[in-house]
């Protein structure tokens, strides 16, 4: 279906601790799954994606991981940071534009110094 | 990756009454899609806009409530047509530049 459900929709730790978010979904065409960061009043900024034919991804204090035959991806961020504090949402495309995205609800994420 | 501006960034409008919002990209695109995020909620993809043909909707978005243009490979309009309270969002318009998707800063509009 269109959904991708996304867990938690609200995550607390504290600075230095990790967080990690996860999203399943249901349809096997999509091949494009990125992170968006939003804080508040502000724009959504892709933070890292990930493709299907990749198992991880890794850009410093950030991981993505896929398992396309489970469908299910996740967002890890280590050495959380107050400045991480902002909405995460996670998405996927469509199977065949890659700018139709189907989003997750959002996570709120809060890093408590 | 692409600079997306838009215009307005936000305005408060009347029931009834229609907003044109712009969006301009620094680059030539093929595609440009307008979406929609409610208050506190996630983002919904309303329409794709190509150049030279008509706008793709997605299931429940309509051309007469949102009509869309496209004259050229930067730069599209989104109308928000006979507005109620419940169409109050942030509308925001997302290009793709190198195989990733960007978003422009949004309108936020407010509909008494």
């Known amino acids: 279906g269109e959904n991708v459900e996304q867990h938690p929709s609200t995550l607390s730790v504290q600075e230095g601790d990790s967080a990690v978010i996860k999203c399943t979904y249901s349809?096997?065409?999509?091949?494009?799954f990125p992170w968006y960061k939003q804080e508040l009043g502000k724009r959504p900024q892709l933070i890292i994606d990930?493709?299907?034919?990749?198992g991880e991804k890794k850009d410093q204090r950030i991981a993505v991981t896929l398992n396309k035959t489970a469908k299910h991806f996740s967002l890890h961020i280590t050495e959380t940071q107050p400045e991480d504090s902002a909405v995460y949402f996670c998405?996927?495309?469509?199977?065949?534009?890659?700018?139709?995205?189907?989003f997750g609800r959002g996570t709120q994420l809060t890093v408590w110094p | 990756s692409a600079v997306i501006s838009q215009k307005p960034s936000r305005d408060i409008c009347q029931r009834g009454t229609s907003l044109t919002i712009q969006c301009q990209v620094d680059?030539?695109?093929?595609?440009m899609f307008w979406y929609r995020q409610q208050p506190g909620q996630s983002l919904t993809l309303i329409a794709t806009?190509?150049?030279?043909?008509?706008?793709?909707?997605e299931s429940g978005f309509v051309i007469d409530k949102f009509p869309i243009s496209r004259p050229n490979l930067t730069f599209s309009t989104l109308t928000v047509s006979n507005m109620s309270p419940e169409d109050s969002s942030i509308y925001l318009c997302?290009?793709?530049?190198?195989?990733?998707?960007?978003f422009g800063p949004g309108t936020r509009l407010t509909v008494l």
């Open positions: 998405a996927r495309d469509r199977g065949s534009t890659l700018g139709r995205l189907y």
């Open positions: 680059s030539q695109v093929t595609m």
């Open positions: 349809d096997s065409a999509s091949n494009y």
């Open positions: 997302s290009v793709g530049a190198d195989d990733e998707q960007f």
């Open positions: 806009a190509n150049q030279g043909s008509e706008a793709t909707y």
């Open positions: 990930i493709r299907s034919n990749v």
